[in-house]
């Protein structure tokens, strides 16, 4: 079945740092990507999304490009800041329209 | 615009006690959903309803737990009889279908203790 797998974590990193979440999935079919985050006391969010193969989803400074050659949706930012501390969730959606989640992995960014 | 709202936010109860959960998607939003996030994991969904209609329901323990959505906007998800591993926090979600699946709209979740 579908599947999404995100790298251990915590993460924790120094302000201005460079940021690296890996994700990779499993999936049949061209499902769609996406990255969710949690900031705390908050609900979900979505934060960025690609739809089909070599698409850059991008906001608030956070990039993932779909790489279909190697089935992975990794999350960047060039320099963190203390307020991206937070849960981010990377997710998949293919063609049963279910949209299937990671374990999460908790970011915390120190000034 | 208000949000996805669910009530109550914590819940403590006994095993073998019902509990019922409480959503209210976004205004217009005829797709809502009922996930479960386990401690440490990314949540699993238990039903998707498009209006009124339950589409989705494979991944919900119908042996204890229900929902309806009777006028295809507010949502109740009912557990009964409660157990131990029933722990965890459920969040309500809602998205309008046309945008497409993934861009789901969450609830701040209910969190819910069975001791």
């Known amino acids: 079945g579908d599947s999404v797998t995100q790298m251990e974590g915590p993460v924790t990193l120094s302000e201005e740092a460079f940021l690296t979440i890996n994700c990779t999935y499993t999936?049949?079919?061209?499902?769609?990507l996406f990255w969710y985050v949690q900031y705390p006391g908050e609900g979900l969010q979505l934060l960025l999304k690609?739809?089909?193969?070599?698409d850059k989803g991008s906001n608030k400074g956070f990039e993932a490009t779909y790489r279909k050659e190697t089935t992975s949706f990794h999350l960047e930012k060039g320099s963190v800041q203390v307020s991206d501390s937070a849960v981010y969730f990377c997710?998949?959606?293919?063609?049963?329209?279910?949209?299937?989640f990671g374990k999460g992995i908790t970011l915390s960014v120190r000034p | 615009e208000a949000g996805v709202v669910q009530s109550p936010r914590y819940k403590i109860i006994e095993k073998k006690q019902p509990v019922a959960f409480w959503c209210n998607p976004i205004?217009?939003?005829?797709?809502l959903y009922w996930y479960r996030q386990n401690l440490g994991q990314g949540p699993e969904l238990l039903i998707r309803?498009?209006?009124?209609?339950?589409?989705?329901d494979s991944q919900l323990p119908k042996d204890r737990f229900s929902a309806e959505r009777l006028k295809g906007v507010d949502s109740t998800l009912k557990i009964q009889p409660a157990e131990l591993g029933d722990s965890a926090v459920y969040l309500c979600?809602?998205?309008?279908?046309?945008?497409?699946?993934?861009?789901?709209?969450f609830g701040e979740g209910s969190r819910l203790t069975v001791l």
């Open positions: 979600a809602s998205s309008l279908s046309r945008l497409g699946v993934g861009e789901l709209f």
């Open positions: 999936a049949t079919g061209y499902p769609s």
């Open positions: 690609a739809t089909k193969a070599d």
């Open positions: 997710a998949l959606s293919a063609a049963n329209s279910k949209l299937t």
């Open positions: 205004s217009g939003h005829n797709t």
């Open positions: 309803y498009e209006n009124e209609e339950a589409v989705d």
